[in-house]
Nanobody
Framework: QVQPDASGGGSVRAGGSLTLSCAAS?????????VGWFRQVPGKEREGVAT????????FYAASVKGRFTISQDMAKNAVLLRMNSLVPDDTGMYYC???????????????????WGQGTQVTVSS
């Protein structure tokens, strides 16, 4: 099955850290793909958290996570990582990763811009 595989979620207390992994399954991330992390809670729309433009090096972050989260590429594992530090309860949600052929400031945060999605991984932050 061709999809990105998200993993690494869990339950942590506020102030803790987690690292999520979005591994390419059945395909290889192309040099200029964009891979984005999104999160969703019940009753709300999926929101963009962070995106990386592979090969170009641009990264994009939601204001709420800037300075706490870091998105990066692990070429050896054909994966994109999301390091999440100083977690707060509002970071709770199902985290999904998606792939897009390109991205920029006007579209990196739009779920409709991404063409390939995997199953999510749950992150729960308690106070």
């Amino acid at each position: 099955q061709v999809q990105p595989d998200a993993s690494g979620g869990g339950s942590v207390r506020a102030g803790g850290s987690l690292t999520l992994s979005c591994a390419a399954s059945g395909f290889t991330y192309a040099t200029k793909n964009c891979v984005g992390w999104f999160r969703q809670v019940p009753g709300k729309e999926r929101e963009g958290v962070a995106t990386i433009y592979l090969g170009v090096g641009d990264t994009f972050y939601a204001a709420s996570v800037k300075g706490r989260f870091t998105i990066s590429q692990d070429m050896a594992k054909n994966a994109v990582l999301l390091r999440m530090n100083s977690l707060v309860p509002d970071d709770t949600g199902m985290y999904y990763c998606g792939r897009a052929p390109y991205c920029g400031t006007s579209n990196w945060y739009r779920p409709s811009h991404y063409q390939l999605w995997g199953q999510g991984t749950q992150v729960t932050v308690s106070s």
